[in-house]
Structures are given as C-alpha cells and as structure tokens.
C-alpha cells in the first residue's frame, strides 16, 4: 500500500510461490526466500541484492523466458518501487509482463497483477495516460475471473478510482470510490483497515463534487472507526 495525495494506492504484492515450485538450487531458493522476508517485514534496502540475486541465478538456471523469471522480474521491481526508484522497475515489469502474457494468456489473474502494477508505475510517474489501460486492463480480468465482489476487484476499483482523481475528473472517480468501499464493506470485517482506507477515498471525492454533507457522515463513521482502535 502506497499513500499519495491523501489517496490510497493498493500494489498487488508479490506473489509467493513455494520454494518447492520449480527444482532450482539451494542458493537461489535462499535468495528468493531472503528477498521475500526482508520485503515483507519492509525492509527493501534489505531485501533489494537478494532479489537481485535471485533473478540472476534464476534467469541462469531456468532461462529468460521462464514463469519463474518473470516472478523474480516482478519481485525485484516492487522493491525497487517502493524505494521510489521508478527507472529501474519499469523495464522490469514489461519484461514480466511480455512473459506472463505470452506463457498464460492475455486474462490471466497473474497478468493483471502485472499490469496493476505497472499501472501504478505510471502513476507515480505522472505518466496517467499510460496508466489508465492498465488499471482498465487489469480490473476487467479479475472481474471475469473472480467475480464483481472480490478483494482484487476492490482493489482495482480504487486504483483506478485514484487514477481519475488525481487528474480531477472526479465524476469518473466517485462511482468507483463508492463500489470499493461497497464490496469491502460486504465482504471483509467491520473495522478492516482496507474499509477504512475505501472510507478516506470517498470522503475525499465527495468533498471535491462539492457533497460536503455526505462527506462530513463519512468523516464521522472514521472518527468512530479510528476511536475504536484506540
């Protein structure tokens, strides 16, 4: 999770396959499995030359073109995302992309990870006309693929949302906010920090279309939410 503007930005986040996926080499399984921790716990300096490595020793032993390349492609690109080092993930993740495409097929649930995250790229970049069939891409493959009311589809909702909020077309933006917010309400736990992040959203774009009522019913359901916490 990304925060710019005010606004929540949700990355997919690497994908975890087992160690015992593919029949690579102790030195590669610890690689990948270093670069795994040390991202999670949010440690990416940490975790940047274990991804390194493990691209690498994995390009070496299965080939440039292989599904697990393309995950050590992805990882090492969301790290150095969130070190803001833009320059260097783009190519990564069109490399991803081009390998996933092509082995699993232009719909797959993994591709959309993919484009999500390159999307997001491009966002931070400022770059939103690139973004914007991306995020468009990525959310109409896990609808067909998940269904209208999953948390991947709240996600690229709200991505998307984002996406035309952050460039002010905030009528685009609102009825996405809402549905965000809709499916997380219904589908997770009263109190999720997800819920409460759809909240911020939608509160922020009711006050840009001038709903300044609404917006204040919403900023009073996160006042209750955020004392609960306490």
Not at 14 to 30: D, F, G, I, M, R
């Amino acid at each position: 999770m990304l925060i710019r503007n005010g606004l929540i930005i949700c990355l997919a986040y690497l994908v975890c396959y087992p160690s015992t996926a593919y029949c690579q080499s102790e030195a590669l399984t610890k690689a990948y499995e270093q670069s795994l921790k040390y991202y999670s716990e949010g440690r990416h300096e940490q975790a940047t030359p274990y991804a390194e490595k493990a691209l690498t020793l994995g390009e070496s032993e299965f080939g440039p073109d292989h599904l697990f390349t393309a995950e050590q492609l992805n990882n090492l690109a969301t790290i150095y995302q969130a070190q803001d080092r833009y320059e260097l993930a783009q190519p990564l993740y069109q490399r991803a992309l081009d390998i996933r495409e092509k082995a699993l097929g232009p719909e797959h649930p993994v591709v959309a990870q993919t484009l999500n995250n390159l999307a997001t790229l491009y966002y931070f970049l400022h770059l939103y006309p690139e973004a914007e069939p991306l995020y468009q891409r990525s959310l109409a493959i896990w609808e067909k693929t998940y269904g209208a009311e999953h948390p991947q589809v709240a996600t690229g909702t709200n991505n998307l949302a984002a996406l035309y909020f952050i460039q002010k077309r905030f009528e685009d933006a609102e009825p996405l906010f809402l549905r965000s917010l809709e499916i997380r309400e219904k589908i997770l736990e009263s109190g999720h920090p997800e819920i409460t992040q759809s909240l911020i959203n939608y509160s922020a774009v009711l006050r840009k279309t001038g709903r300044s009522v609404e917006a204040r019913k919403i900023e009073a359901r996160l006042r209750e939410l955020m004392s609960k916490k306490k």
